[in-house]
């Protein structure tokens, strides 16, 4: 069974902070107007990657894919010192989306000043 298959709800974010320093942020499916929001810190390359400590973000009632989104943001916005950080959208085409990249693009616009969002492919 395949990670799609297991959990056809979630959207992973992979945020690349510095050389050494990455975080993935995951929007999970909680019901048709509620999901949630997951955190974790990646600061070592290796396969498999190794474990890591999981924030689980609490969200209010009711919370939309967007404003999980958000908040996965706003902690790695808390995280990234350097103000001028690099951002760049990983899009996996082949799998379910939650939100777009159009939809993405705004968010991180509202927390980094960044001219344009590059997009580049799954591989």
Same mark, same amino acid.
């Given at each position: 069974m395949?990670?799609?298959?297991?959990?056809?709800? @979630?959207? !992973?974010?992979v945020? @690349?902070l510095t050389?050494?320093?990455f975080?993935?942020?995951v929007?999970?499916?909680h019901?048709?107007d509620s999901?949630?929001? %997951?955190?974790?810190?990646?600061t070592d390359?290796?396969?498999p990657?190794?474990n890591?400590?999981?924030?689980?973000?609490?969200?209010e009632?009711?919370?939309?894919?967007?404003?999980?989104?958000?908040?996965i943001?706003?902690l790695?916005?808390?995280e990234?010192?350097?103000?001028?950080l690099? %951002?760049c959208?990983?899009? !996996?085409?082949d799998?379910p989306? @939650?939100?777009?990249?159009?939809?993405q693009?705004?968010v991180?616009n509202?927390?980094? !000043?960044?001219?344009?969002?590059p997009v580049?492919?799954?591989?």
């Amino acid at each position: 069974m395949s990670q799609t298959d297991r959990y056809p709800y @979630h959207q !992973n974010f992979v945020f @690349h902070l510095t050389d050494a320093k990455f975080m993935r942020g995951v929007i999970e499916y909680h019901s048709p107007d509620s999901f949630g929001a %997951l955190l974790s810190d990646i600061t070592d390359i290796a396969t498999p990657l190794p474990n890591t400590f999981v924030h689980r973000i609490i969200c209010e009632a009711n919370t939309t894919a967007i404003m999980a989104f958000e908040e996965i943001v706003r902690l790695v916005q808390k995280e990234s010192e350097d103000s001028q950080l690099q %951002l760049c959208l990983v899009v !996996n085409e082949d799998l379910p989306k @939650h939100l777009g990249v159009d939809v993405q693009k705004l968010v991180l616009n509202r927390y980094y !000043n960044t001219p344009e969002i590059p997009v580049q492919p799954f591989v």
